[in-house]
Structure formats: structure tokens, C-alpha cells
């Protein structure tokens, strides 16, 4: 990912950390966007940019644990990363704990912050093969029956075959049938690789 590409969102109440953590961005080949609260960013959050996201943990109105909760109600899947004041570590940690990418205290230095963005941009990286994953999966099970989906999904949910065979009204040899044209037409040999193309398609 080239750096033209890494964008990072700024969003702290403290209008000299926004300034010095953007330039330290700045001169480093980022992107910066600031946000002055969590209601500000979460006003743009359907044309954000893919990128990193620095939240502060202490400000009025919304803190930073609220603001990631409310994106992920949203369904923003961008890495955040918490900036802490001294003391807040407890915070930081239940920040971690509700999917935060990392922590860094304030005042850090500009190695400290650029480490923990460089892991933040490895997960957008990833998240950009998930979702390749998850589309390729997609495909695949459209070339299956309404049937043949029924038993992958009874066996995606760990059910033996009489029990898909019993609920979908059907013999288990029937089941039986299905499950190897439904792995033939994922061009798969096992069930561990059929069960994969099923959670992927699910985004799990």
C-alpha cells in the first residue's frame, strides 16, 4: 500500500494535538483528516476515507470507548487506534479489549506512533483480503442449489447428515448426495474446505 494511500483520522478535542499529531503525520507521507469530537467524525462516517482511525480517549461528549462503539454499530470496520493520557491505562486496555488496534500514550514520540499506524495499516491490508475472500466464497456458493446450500449450511452449524436429512424432510442418503456434488461444485475434497468457503461467505 503506497503512502498515498494512508490516510489517517485525527480525532481529539485538544486543537495543539491535532495540529502537531497531523503535522508529525504530514511530514511522514500520511493523509490526516482531524475530527475535533467523536460527533464530528461519526457525521462523515458513511465518506470515510479507508485508513486508520487515532481517537482519543478522554473527551467531552462522547469518549473514545463510546465513539468506537457507535462505529461499530455503524458498521465501520476501520483500525482505531487510542491515544491516552498518563493514568488511563485501564481505559486503553477496555479499548483493546472492545477491538482497538493498539494504545499509545500521550506525549509519544513520532517512532512510537508511526509503529502502532504500521500495524493498523497491515489490518486494512487484510481486511482488503477478507473481503476478496468473502467475494470469491460468494460466487462459489451461487452455483448451488437452494438444496445443496440447506446441507452446507446443517453442516457449517457441526449437524451429522441424519439430523440435516431429518430437519430438510429428506433421506441421509440424499443428504449424502448433496454434500458430494455441493463439494465437487466448490471444487473442494474435504469438509474443513467446503466449512471455510461458508464462514468466509459469511465474513467469519
Known amino acids: 500500500m503506497g503512502s498515498e494511500r494512508r490516510v489517517v483520522h ?3 478535542d485538544d486543537a495543539s ?4 499529531v497531523a503535522f508529525m503525520l504530514k511530514t511522514s507521507g500520511h493523509q490526516v483528516h482531524t475530527y475535533e469530537s467523536g460527533a464530528d467524525l461519526l457525521k462523515n462516517n458513511a465518506h470515510l476515507e479507508q485508513g486508520c482511525i487515532l481517537l482519543d480517549i478522554r473527551m ?3 469518549d473514545g470507548l463510546e465513539v468506537q462503539q457507535a462505529l461499530q454499530e455503524k458498521g465501520v470496520g476501520l483500525p482505531v487506534i487510542i491515544m491516552t493520557g498518563h ?12 477491538g482497538a488496534v493498539d494504545f ?3 506525549p509519544f514520540e513520532r517512532e512510537t506512533l508511526l509503529t502502532s499506524l504500521g500495524e493498523g495499516f497491515r489490518r486494512v491490508s487484510q481486511k482488503e483480503v477478507t473481503g476478496e475472500r468473502r467475494k470469491d466464497a460468494e460466487v462459489k456458493l451461487q452455483g448451488l442449489t437452494a438444496r445443496e446450500r440447506d446441507v452446507l ?3 457449517a452449524h457441526g449437524l451429522p447428515n441424519k439430523t440435516i436429512a431429518y430437519d430438510l424432510g429428506i433421506s441421509p442418503r440424499t443428504v449424502e448426495i448433496h454434500r ?4 465437487t461444485k466448490l471444487g473442494v475434497r474435504s469438509l474443513s474446505e467446503a466449512l471455510r468457503i461458508a464462514f468466509a461467505a459469511r465474513g467469519e
Open 17 to 20: 494535538v491535532r495540529r502537531s
Open 10 to 12: 485525527i480525532v481529539d
Open 60 to 62: 467531552p461528549g462522547m
Open 104 to 106: 499509545i500514550e500521550k
Open 153 to 155: 449450511d446443517g453442516l
Open 87 to 98: 493514568g488511563d491505562v485501564g481505559l486503553a486496555v477496555k479499548a483493546m479489549k472492545a
Open 180 to 183: 458430494a456434488n455441493l463439494m
